[in-house]
C-alpha cells in the first residue's frame, strides 16, 4: 500500500485503533485514539501525557498498529518529547477536534507519538 493511499484511508476518520505489545505482558493491546496526519505522518497525543500506558508499551516495543476503515499499517512509532514540536501536533488536535475538546481529553500534552504511513 502506498503512503497516499494509507493517508486517504485514514483521512476521513475521527479516530484510529492501535495495536501496541504490553511491556510487562507481552499481549497484544487495542485502544481508539484520535489522530492528526501532517506530510506522510500519523501523529498519536496520549491522554495523560507520558504517564499513558499506550505511550510507555510504545518505548518499550516501538512497533504499532493502525487501523481505520478497513486499512491497517503496522510500522515503528517515535516518540516526540521536544516541547516545540509536540506543542505543534496539539494545535494540529485543536484544529481538527476543537480547542474545547482537546483540552477537556488531553490534560497533559508533554509528549507525541509519530507514526510513518509509508
Known amino acids: 500500500m502506498s503512503i497516499e493511499q494509507a493517508r486517504d484511508a485514514f483521512a476521513g476518520a475521527r479516530e484510529v485503533e492501535i495495536t501496541v505489545t504490553g511491556r510487562r505482558s507481552g499481549r497484544q493491546i487495542s485502544h481508539p485514539v484520535w489522530f492528526v496526519q501532517e506530510d506522510q505522518n500519523m501523529f498519536l497525543v496520549p491522554i495523560t501525557g507520558a504517564d499513558s500506558d499506550w505511550y510507555k508499551n510504545v518505548r518499550k516495543t516501538p512497533m504499532i498498529q493502525v487501523s481505520a476503515n478497513g486499512t491497517s499499517v503496522s510500522t515503528p512509532a517515535t516518540p516526540i518529547t521536544d516541547a ?22 488531553y490534560p497533559k500534552h508533554d509528549v507525541a507519538v509519530q507514526v510513518p504511513l509509508g
Request: charged share 40%.
Open 84 to 105: 516545540d514540536r509536540v506543542e505543534h501536533i496539539v494545535a494540529m488536535f485543536r484544529d481538527k477536534y476543537g480547542p474545547e475538546q482537546v483540552e477537556r481529553q
